[in-house]
């Protein structure tokens, strides 16, 4: 997970502390195409299953979205990284991880507040991006710092504007949401882009966050069902 992917290896720290203890059942939501957190899991000793249009064709994987699929019973714990901001119908996505869960079961959720991601944030980013490679296509950072330059827009109005194109929740959207479904014990906002980033670390954003140059818009997020 470290290898393959840096963000997960970062996230997971923060999702395994706030898990039941191992052997419990645990679903993962948007495991992608790398398995998400199931291998950390498996090897943790929980009984683990990823759900993901893109999941690996593998046991305790599920190729379908999780809206749609056939689940085979309640589960002790959800996980959710960077999920829900782009799923289409929000309410019924939360409505269904709360069915999903037995009474009192954890959700552990990191998500993107993108509407937190003003032009001094965009700028910090831009200015820490590694030179393109030939070799390898353009992150994501690199095309939004390309597309804005040829907009000749204001950053705000050419973010919202791929925002809405893009139709995803906003970060405020998402807590109210979980918030009118799930009793709170945890939430907080931090480091989000280090890893799309050239010699910066998790404690250089937040560095940078406290110092008030830029935003937090990492969203972490812990639950109980009601």
Not at 26 to 45: D, H, R, S, T, W
């Amino acid at each position: 997970m470290t290898r393959d992917d840096p963000w997960l290896a970062a996230a997971w720290s923060f999702v395994e502390p706030r898990l039941p203890r191992a052997s419990a059942s645990v679903l993962e939501i948007g495991c992608g195409p790398l398995g998400g957190f199931v291998p950390a899991l498996l090897v943790g000793g929980y009984d683990a299953v990823g759900i993901d249009p893109e999941a690996p064709e593998a046991p305790n994987y599920r190729r379908a979205r999780f809206e749609e699929v056939d689940l085979a019973g309640p589960v002790e714990a959800v996980v959710a990284c960077t999920s829900l901001h782009h799923v289409g119908d929000l309410g019924h996505v939360v409505d269904r991880i709360a069915t999903t869960l037995v009474p009192g079961g954890t959700l552990v959720v990191v998500e993107w507040a993108w509407e937190r991601f003003d032009e001094a944030t965009a700028q910090w980013c831009f200015t820490r991006l590694a030179p393109p490679s030939p070799a390898t296509e353009p992150g994501w950072l690199h095309r939004h710092r390309e597309r804005w330059t040829t907009s000749g827009q204001a950053w705000d109005g050419y973010f919202q504007a791929w925002a809405a194109e893009e139709g995803l929740h906003t970060g405020g959207r998402i807590l109210d949401a979980l918030d009118a479904r799930f009793d709170r014990s945890y939430v907080d906002n931090g480091p989000y882009f280090f890893c799309d980033l050239a010699d910066t670390t998790e404690v250089d954003e937040q560095a940078a966050i406290d110092a008030g140059e830029i935003q937090a818009t990492c969203l972490r997020y812990v639950a109980a069902r009601h």
